[in-house]
Structure formats: structure tokens, C-alpha cells
């Protein structure tokens, strides 16, 4: 069973830079034609897709989100990490990291980020 975990702060200042971190464990982020992202829900609204990285390292971000977003990945650690800058309180929601397999979808549990000064 792939299993999936953010860990970060749950505050944020205004302008600051969002980092969240996904430990993958179960299954490994280079697998073939895996995808991992990263997803939000802000209060009140529905599920926001952000970004992904590919199992060759490759990324694709939402055109909305493109200019502020950037996530990376630590191989050696089975870990991705989205970070997003000049944040703003409308940036406030609960972030997911997600895992794509030719086998299934696995979800973390979700963190929530709030944004305020």
C-alpha cells in the first residue's frame, strides 16, 4: 500500500513562501509513468489541482499558479515538495500531496496552511 504524509508549517506570513514536503513510503517516486502532485481545497470551495512532477522529473503546473509555484523532489528520500511564493490570504486551504500509479491513486491525509499575518 503506497502511503503518503505532508509535513510543513501550518502558518504562513503574507509574501512569504508556502513549503510542504510529501514522504512517500510503500512505493518509490521514480516508478514508471507515476505522477505525484499536489492539490488544495480552500475553505468553502472545491478541490484545486496545483501541480505534478513525473517519475522522470519532469513538471506540469496549473497556468494559474505558474509564475509562483515550483516543485522539486529529493530521490534519495522518496520525498516531493511544492513551494509557493508570494502568498497571500487567499492561498489559505488544506494542501494534499498525491500519488498517480498505473495501479491506483493514493491521497496524504492533507495539512491545512493558513495564511495570515
Known amino acids: 500500500q503506497v502511503q503518503l504524509q505532508e509535513s510543513g508549517p501550518g502558518l504562513v506570513k503574507p509574501s512569504q513562501t508556502l513549503s510542504l514536503t510529501c514522504t512517500v513510503s510503500?512505493?518509490?517516486?521514480?516508478?514508471?509513468?507515476?505522477?505525484w502532485g499536489w492539490i488544495r481545497q480552500p475553505p468553502g470551495k472545491g478541490l484545486e489541482w496545483m501541480g505534478h512532477?513525473?517519475?522522470?522529473?519532469?513538471?506540469y503546473y496549473s497556468p494559474s499558479l505558474k509564475s509562483r509555484i515550483s516543485i522539486s523532489r529529493d530521490t534519495s528520500k522518496n520525498q516531493f515538495s511544492l513551494q509557493l511564493s508570494s502568498v497571500t490570504p487567499e492561498d489559505t486551504a488544506v494542501y494534499y500531496c498525491?500519488?498517480?500509479?498505473?495501479?491506483?491513486?493514493?491521497w496524504g491525509q492533507g495539512t491545512q496552511v493558513t495564511v495570515s499575518s
Open positions: 498525491a500519488g498517480g500509479l498505473t495501479w491506483g491513486v493514493f
Open positions: 512532477i513525473h517519475y522522470e522529473g519532469s513538471n
Open positions: 510503500g512505493g518509490s517516486i521514480t516508478t514508471s509513468y507515476s505522477s
